[in-house]
């Protein structure tokens, strides 16, 4: 069954830890998002890609990184965690239909002590 | 600057009862407009897309609605049921990009109660 997969979905973290969240898809997708959301607020875009070896940051300033080696991987890692790192982060792909949906990940919880 | 601007923040409902959730936005130029449903700790799910041309759309007991002239949505929910709850999110999508950039409201938190 094609979806989206992210882990760890909790994770609890001190300060100054490097970190990476994991996102894999058996969706087939090209396009792969990852955004931030912090609670009622809306989500901000950090990075995105295209397809392999592309990738972009996003609107929200953000001191992550990304890789894109293969299709269905899109790991983002954080060198040095700060509690102000603290929020959800949603892994989306993106279809090449006309209507170009996205589909979300299930996120990851992260709290930076 | 484009926003999307969704009301109420947040809303209660009985079980059974109708609800009507807003959305305004000035994004341009417009593409297409998409109701989300996010439950909690999980990621959004599309309920509704709607391009330029469509006024309305239904899934189910969930009904949305455009004005692109007065550029608001609205998603009207039929016989609410408690699995309702969840907060529901509009994301408007401009063309004035090759991205395609998509832009999210801060959603509307849903409780249906018994």
């Known amino acids: 069954e094609a979806d989206i997969y992210q882990t760890p979905r909790y994770l609890v973290i001190g300060t100054g830890k490097k970190i990476t969240l994991e996102c894999s898809q058996t969706m087939g997708h090209d396009k792969m998002y990852w955004y931030q959301q912090d609670p009622g607020m809306e989500l901000h875009l950090i990075h995105y890609?295209?397809?392999?070896?592309?990738?972009e940051k996003g609107d929200l300033s953000s001191e992550s990184t990304v890789s894109r080696i293969r299709t269905e991987h899109f790991p983002l890692t954080l060198e040095s965690a700060r509690p102000s790192h603290t929020s959800q982060y949603l892994c989306a792909t993106q279809d090449r239909g006309g209507h170009e949906t996205q589909y979300f990940g299930p996120g990851t919880r992260l709290l930076v002590l | 600057k484009n926003q999307v601007e969704q009301s109420p923040q947040s809303l209660i409902i009985l079980e059974g009862k109708n609800c009507t959730l807003q959305c305004n936005y000035t994004v341009s130029p417009f593409s297409n407009l998409r109701w989300y449903k996010q439950d909690t700790g999980r990621g959004p799910v599309s309920l509704t897309i709607m391009t330029f041309s469509e006024n309305t759309k239904s899934n189910g007991r969930y009904t949305a609605t455009l004005d692109a002239d007065t550029k608001q949505s609205s998603l009207h929910i039929t016989a609410s049921q408690l699995s309702d709850s969840a907060s529901y999110i509009c994301v408007v999508s401009d063309r004035g990009s090759t991205l395609g950039r998509l832009y999210f409201g801060r959603g509307t938190q849903l409780t249906v109660w018994p």
């Open positions: 890609s295209y397809g392999v070896n592309s990738t």
